[in-house]
């Protein structure tokens, strides 16, 4: 080991204290760390070099770290239902609203229904309401038949049909609008027929039918339905311009899907629906009138719905 004298000792001690000492921090369990490699050192003045001495390399601070995009674009969700609302965004860019209908399993008859909005905070949802699904649970849309009982799980577009009298529309009822902004509303008119036959050229379009003429077993005369369909919202899911099943050998997979008020047994019970969505009267008018152009339904059993948008 070689042995310093005197200049020697003194060099290397201006050396040393070149040097800045790291502030130590306390970590959670009682030790002392480093602190981290944020910390600005202080800058060193040249030394010359002394015999016998290593002079450590100077330190410097780590790259810095790339936050992936997305990120970047605001607040992140925190629930299921913002969640949801947040992937249905990304993959339909411009969507501003959502309406999360979730249930538990796929079997499931009952489910929530929460309205999501997009603003300077982020995606918000509101209070999750009771909702009925399809008697046999929710089904993936392409793989549901017509007749099968189920709600069709994916999502959705706010539909828009046109009707046999030439009138184009997204909302309808016995009832005279609510205070509908979405889209246009459809006082229920003598003569409407919403086929649901599958194979017919009336599946899937309101057409023009005498009582007693809308023949097929699931073809709805909507002048008789005035409970469920006081108001309604149409679910773009096999909803025109593009139907399956309204001509031979389609698969007709949906017909009729609407969002509506709950139909009740005998005791006031709410019961499961043939395939749509049902609220309460007061929760149905609440969220057709929150509503918004270009509205957005995610549909399905929670698992699944996070896992498909």
Not at 89 to 118: E, R
Not at 180 to 205: E, I, K, L, M, W
Request: a neutral charge.
């Amino acid at each position: 080991m070689a042995i310093l004298g005197r200049a020697g000792l003194a060099g290397a001690a201006a050396l040393l204290a070149t040097v800045a000492l790291v502030p130590l921090l306390r970590s959670p369990s009682g030790g002392d760390t480093v602190a981290p490699a944020t910390t600005t050192m202080a800058a060193a003045e040249p030394v010359a070099a002394v015999p016998g001495v290593v002079v450590p390399a100077p330190i410097t601070a780590p790259a810095a770290v790339t936050v992936p995009a997305d990120r970047l674009e605001g607040p992140q969700p925190v629930s299921t239902c913002q969640q949801i609302a947040y992937n249905v965004a990304k993959a339909n860019p411009g969507t501003t609203q959502v309406i999360v209908v979730l249930t538990a399993t796929a079997a499931s008859t009952t489910g929530t229904l929460q309205v999501a909005d997009l603003g300077a905070q982020g995606w918000q949802c509101g209070a999750a309401m009771t909702a009925r699904v399809g008697r046999s649970g929710v089904r993936p849309l392409l793989d549901r038949r017509s007749g099968d009982g189920t709600t069709p799980a994916g999502v959705f577009p706010l539909g828009r049909m046109t009707a046999w009298d030439g009138q184009q529309f997204s909302f309808f009822g016995n009832a005279a609008d609510p205070g509908v902004s979405a889209g246009p509303y459809r006082r229920v008119q003598y003569g409407d027929c919403f086929g649901a036959t599958p194979n017919h050229p009336d599946y899937g379009h309101l057409v023009y039918r005498t009582p007693g003429n809308c023949p097929g077993p699931d073809d709805e005369y909507l002048p008789a339905i005035t409970g469920a369909y006081v108001h309604a919202a149409l679910i773009g899911a096999n909803m025109e311009p593009d139907v399956s099943g309204d001509a031979p050998g389609e698969t007709p997979y949906a017909a009729a899907i609407f969002l509506h008020r709950h139909s009740y047994d005998g005791n006031g019970a709410s019961k499961p629906t043939s395939g749509c969505v049902s609220l309460s009267q007061t929760n149905l008018v609440s969220v057709l009138r929150a509503m918004r152009p270009g509205v957005m339904f995610a549909i399905g059993q929670t698992d699944w719905l996070l896992a498909n948008t």
